[in-house]
């Protein structure tokens, strides 16, 4: 069996049971955000996390500059570290390099990690650097800490569902930079501006908004309170990472889909390309929100409560009551290109 | 300035120079075999360190086998932390994979990672897996620990230096595999052996240890006297990881050629192919023995003294006395290609 029919989930799945060792000193191996160690003192325990990016296959050249790649390089790993309650500390880089590459472009990749650091947290402490056979090859490991880790498995029937910010942002941002082909900055913004370039009535502001959910994520740095059970960043899309909590926790799930978070801006444009915003929220990757599970009733400024944890099953309800088709392919496989071939 | 014309050492210079910040709980960053981490224990450091595999530029799909290469991938991040004192607790793995692979090939190469860890220590916690859009890329994190962190920048003039087993074994045995052109493993040996398939009038055993020195190294488990006061891995080469530690400790060296440890099989095959072993002891990569100094007078089992750290200078003396020029090109630069393109 090839790897291109079996997907991420069957080679996971291999891993968790081929390395399913017990270690007095791990709190939590392959299956969550992070791996979670037992430190040396009482209080305190060490998030491991590692994350790929690359080129082709997570981003292409001609659509992010080198400071956003680093940039973004920080901020996925941290989200990580935040979906397990941590904070950011160290990180290691190890990158494959083409030697068609300028040395400027690797400085002003280095600034846009130093941008992202200095803003989220952590300190690049190693790493390794090779010559590339083909195409930009990213690999972080990042080293959080927490005094409490909330894994994916916390939920209770009856917990209420809560999400972070908006959700639909950053794949809409990737539609609207597939169609303009160019890099957007604040050096490379056309001159006639963004939405006569694309021929779209809307906001340059609104378009800006979903380009950069995309290009220069920010992982959520509000603390969450001691209520929340479980949590997972929306990486892969809403319906898959809640599957995932899901999964882990043993629990189903009912959402609301009219209470699911998406921002006017990001609305109005699907509807001129012709998206479903809901389906952009529900399937569409690279949010980098935080979704989490706690107590009903919990009120948190920032996250929107959008379903309940319940017995078992997966149910997206239509504001009439009526249910909605729970997505069959839910969100973002990593053996599926996103850059389709 | 093109990546192709400045070298690793530039790349690895300007991410030194551009995250050199203080970390109350940093010891040491970018620039050892691994960076040092305090732990929340009085006793005990963490080490982290990471390294990348690259199909056609670390190895050829066509020479080893899925197995051999994730033995390998474990054997060369275990070294790094022998050479830090420390020992292997946790390893992350991040996998770009292409979709022609057979899954088969995914579990014996997870196989390879746990004939590495049952022998050299550490887990398989987490890391990431996605679709490659060329080639395989393994990217390996090793967390370690230790009581005592020995780094390259402790070694003093009138120390001797050391290094454990032999060197030029693995150099030579990808030369072989080169000529060769298949995977070499008990299920691939052919039939009239390698003597005959490769012409030449020397031993099989010869060949089979210069070959899995390179395919399937072994970290030096050997616990090292409290006495070291510096070690590094001998990964790219003696002369040029040698240069490193002296960088490191502010110091110079004189080696003695005649001392330097070469497995009488690899002199005997060396001369068959008309290459010099010295050549391959002082510049072939991917021995993995480790390098270290010391009060002069250690013995050590298995450890041989090649000369002394001197206040300043790189030299090679012959066994008469008369120097050798020291190599200009030394070792093995991550940004050349060891497979010619």
Redo the contacts between chains.
Sequence with gaps: ????G?G?A???G??QH??A?E?A??RM??GDD??V?A????E?F?L?????L?????FERRTITPFQLGFKSVAVNVSDLRAMGGVS??L?????????????E??QF??G??AATSRFGG?????????????I?I?V?A?GETARPVYRSGARVGDGIYVSGTLGDASLGLELLRRLGSRIDPEHLPREGLASRLGLMCREEDLLHAIYCHLMPEPVMTDMPPEVSAMIDVSDGLVLDLSRLCDASGVGVCLEASRIPIAEGTRRISALLGLDPLELALQGGEDYQLLFTAPDGLTLAGATRIGKIVQEGREILKADGQPLAWPTRGGYD????IIPA
């Design positions: 069996m090839k790897l291109s079996v991420e069957s080679i996971i291999l891993f081929a390395f060792a270690d000193g791990l191996g392959i992070a791996a160690l430190n040396g003192g009482p305190r060490r491991v996390t590692a994350d790929l690359i080129e082709d296959i997570h500390r160290f290691l880089y190890s990158l494959a390099l083409p030697g068609d590459l300028d040395f400027q690797i400085e280095a600034d990690i130093r300190v690049v402490i190693g790493g390794d650097t090779c010559r590339s056979a083909a195409g090859v690999s490991t080293i990593h053996f599926e290109p």
